[in-house]
């Protein structure tokens, strides 16, 4: 079966990058904010939810975004999606497993939900375009995952069948979504452990120098 597999398809930001959540407190911390004040106003709040979809779908921008965070938060809008994730890194294993699928002739995709594009830049100095054999940002496409649309878009461009393809997700819910179209899902908690997980899947060492 291992042998079959051959698409890789990453989300970015809690895959390619270090996780979110620690980020997120770390911002709060910062701007002597009660722990878990983000969560509360942008993802449990109904109008935060609509207003990040929004943002996901390129429906509203980010200074919007910025604008409405900073009222919900009591917090300077200023350069705001930026001071939230301003701790991400890069995932060192799992952008090296990416570059090592691909030298073992597995194409390697990004589907990720956007947070806007500007003023602040999420993907900058990852070089995306010339790592990745196919991107897909959520709000070019008008979409956020997980709308199959977006999943069925990506594994067009990829050129593969769900079958061939594995999806990787900090989210468990977007790894379902995924798992329903047929693609294989890995919900990534440890990178140590997803890297062994699609290793094991592709039948590559994905760990390998």
């Known amino acids: 079966m291992s042998n079959r597999r051959t698409g890789l398809i990453l989300d970015f930001g809690g895959v390619l990058t270090t996780p979110l959540l620690p980020a997120v407190l770390a911002f709060e911390e910062r701007e002597g904010l009660p722990r878990g004040a983000c969560l509360t106003a942008l993802y449990k709040?109904?109008?935060?939810?609509?207003?990040?979809?929004?943002l996901e779908?390129?429906?509203v921008s980010q200074k919007e975004w910025n604008e409405f965070a900073g009222r919900m938060l009591n917090v300077p809008a200023d350069g705001l999606m930026g001071r939230i994730?301003?701790?991400l890194r890069p995932?060192?294993?799992?952008?090296?497993?990416?570059?090592?699928?691909?030298?073992?002739?597995i194409k390697v995709g990004i589907?990720?939900?956007?947070?806007?594009?500007?003023?602040?830049?999420l993907y900058e100095g990852y070089d995306l375009g010339k790592l990745y054999d196919v991107v897909v940002i959520s709000e070019h496409h008008m979409m956020r995952k997980p709308d199959p649309q977006l999943f069925?878009?990506?594994?067009k461009l990829?050129?593969?069948?769900?079958?061939e393809c594995i999806f990787v997700d900090d989210t468990e819910a977007y790894v379902q979504a995924a798992e329903q179209l047929g693609l294989a899902g890995v919900h990534n908690q440890d990178p140590k452990q997803t890297v062994a997980t699609l290793s094991e899947l592709f039948g590559?060492?994905?760990a390998a120098s």
């Open 152 to 155: 069925e878009t990506t594994l």
């Open 158 to 163: 990829m050129g593969l069948p769900a079958e």
């Open 111 to 121: 589907l990720s939900n956007s947070v806007g594009l500007a003023p602040w830049d």
């Open 91 to 105: 995932e060192p294993l799992l952008i090296d497993a990416a570059a090592a699928a691909r030298r073992a002739g």
């Open 85 to 87: 994730f301003g701790d």
């Open 204 to 206: 590559v060492d994905l």
């Open 45 to 54: 709040d109904p109008e935060g939810v609509r207003i990040t979809s929004d």
């Open 57 to 59: 779908r390129g429906v």
